[in-house]
């Protein structure tokens, strides 16, 4: 039960996104009328080393979690398939246990085979 | 335990006697947009005080003392200060992902914040999916990062936001694992319902080893998943300058600051609520003279200090360890956290199956 029958939760999640709009917004406002606008050519340039810098910053970047993040989406989609099961846990016994069992030791098997294969290790 | 309902429901009846049902519920929905604005703000000039005060005392200094007394005043200071600070506009930047990016933070930290009840019928969204609503938003907070890094224009913003986004996604597994485990044990997902089945003993204890090495791990991924402690890397000020929120100035830096201090709330609120039984107070069984005593102290009361406890805890994480590098952390998650979050996942099934509980 939520904080009222009238609301639905739907209606208070709404609510609350546009607190959070609002007060990004209202502070931003509040911001611009009292802050001080100048501009100059150098305050406007990135903030790195104190030379100019060189070339596009918008690019193609070799990061090495890129494995990471391939594995995370195999996790967390497991992550998303185990909530309803955690529910119903208690009432499915030993056998939803050896059920949950098999699935899980899939995936430890694909995270074994990954750090097996160096995914794991930082290149 | 008192009932905050009444209190809502008086105010509902009142509204409802003069007003169309239609205007009461938009009043009421005005009301409660208010409510959660004035405890964001509340909590976040009190955690930036709690940090800065626990900091100076754990470098045996004073902290701020000039402004108010001990200090008191200091976070106005700071905030009309922030306020009359320039937002520099530069070049190069895609103006829209780099305005947009403070709204996805902040909007995703407000709706965290409305999820976490306070005490007996001081819930605003209450979903019986409750804490997977909580996970689902808080990875929306992973965008804006990512977001913010991503159209500033700068090397440096880029390479915080890319560690960012590879830390929060990795640690985010350990804590989802962490919280089935407890949702394991009590069969339900709604946080009211899982606060209520802490009734007798929290879940800490109730769910004895399983349940003590999920709190450690929840505690760990939450120091990482707020980019806190030996964790901080997205923004090490040793190679990164500041890192994704480098190009930020003024409140729009502040943005981030504040939804930092947020979310380091929500963490630390979300495990008062799992583990440590959120508004039920501490009761030891046998004492009743105790236990009545204690069943004096109002709900809210309880899950604050807990969750106030719990931000200490990762505070004192961060002033005590050094931070570690970047190989090091996710090969920690990958290799160490996840695997036993999984295997602390298969126990505590186990325990259950098997009634290895109390």
């Known amino acids: 039960m939520n904080l009222l029958m009238e609301i639905s939760n739907g209606e208070l999640a709404i609510t609350a996104t546009l607190t959070g709009i609002t007060l990004v917004f209202a502070a931003l406002l509040i911001a611009r009328l009292i802050s001080p606008k100048s501009y100059s050519v150098k305050k406007s340039e990135p903030y790195e080393c104190g030379i100019p810098t060189r070339g596009e910053s918008m690019i193609q970047f070799k990061a090495g979690y890129y494995i990471f993040a391939i594995l995370f989406l195999i996790f967390d989609v497991e992550t998303v398939f185990l909530y309803p099961w955690a529910v119903v846990t208690r009432g499915l016994g030993v056998q939803g246990l050896l059920c949950i069992a098999i699935f899980m030791f899939i995936l430890i098997l694909g995270l074994a085979y990954a750090w097996r294969k160096g995914a794991l290790q930082w290149k | ?358």
């Open chain 2, 1 to 358: 335990m008192f009932d905050f309902s009444i209190v809502t429901n008086w105010v509902n009846d009142l509204l409802m006697g003069f007003l169309p049902s239609w205007a009461a519920v938009l009043v009421e929905c005005v009301i409660i947009g208010v409510c959660v604005l004035l405890a964001y703000t509340v909590l976040a000039l009190f955690y930036i005080l709690y940090e800065r005060k626990l900091c100076a005392w754990f470098q045996c200094r004073l902290g701020p003392m000039r402004v108010g007394p001990w200090g008191l005043l200091q976070v106005f200071a700071d905030m009309f200060k922030i306020l009359i600070k320039e937002l520099i506009s530069l070049k190069g930047t895609d103006r829209f992902l780099f305005k947009l990016a403070p709204y996805i933070i902040i909007t995703s930290s407000v709706v965290m914040l409305a999820c976490l009840p306070w005490g007996n019928g001081l819930q605003i969204i209450d979903y019986n999916i409750g804490i997977f609503f909580i996970l689902a938003v808080s990875s929306v907070g992973v965008l804006g990062i990512l977001l913010a890094g991503w159209a500033s224009n700068n090397k440096y913003t880029l390479i915080g936001a890319m560690r960012s986004g590879a830390q929060m996604i990795s640690y985010e597994i350990s804590l989802g694992l962490a919280l089935i485990s407890i949702v394991v044990f009590a069969g339900t997902m709604n946080i009211t319902d899982l606060v209520a089945e802490q009734q007798s003993a929290w879940f800490l204890f109730r769910g004895h080893i399983p349940a003590i090495i999920a709190f450690l791990i929840y505690i760990v991924a939450a120091t990482a998943e707020t980019n806190r402690g030996p964790f901080d890397l997205p923004e090490a000020e040793h190679e990164l300058v500041a890192g994704y929120h480098t190009e930020y100035s003024g409140i729009h830096f502040g943005f981030f600051y504040l939804a930092e201090y947020l979310n380091l709330f929500i963490v630390s609120g979300i495990a008062s609520l799992m583990f440590l039984g959120g508004w039920m107070p501490f009761h030891v069984p046998g004492w009743d003279g105790f236990n009545e005593i204690m069943n004096y102290i109002p709900g809210p009361v309880w899950f604050l200090a807990k969750a106030f406890f719990i931000s200490f805890v990762i505070i004192w994480f961060k002033w005590t360890f050094p931070r570690v590098r970047i190989d090091q952390m996710l090969a920690f998650e990958w290799k160490y956290l996840m695997p036993l979050s999984l295997l602390n996942l298969v126990l505590m099934a186990v325990c259950v199956a098997l009634g290895w509980h109390f």
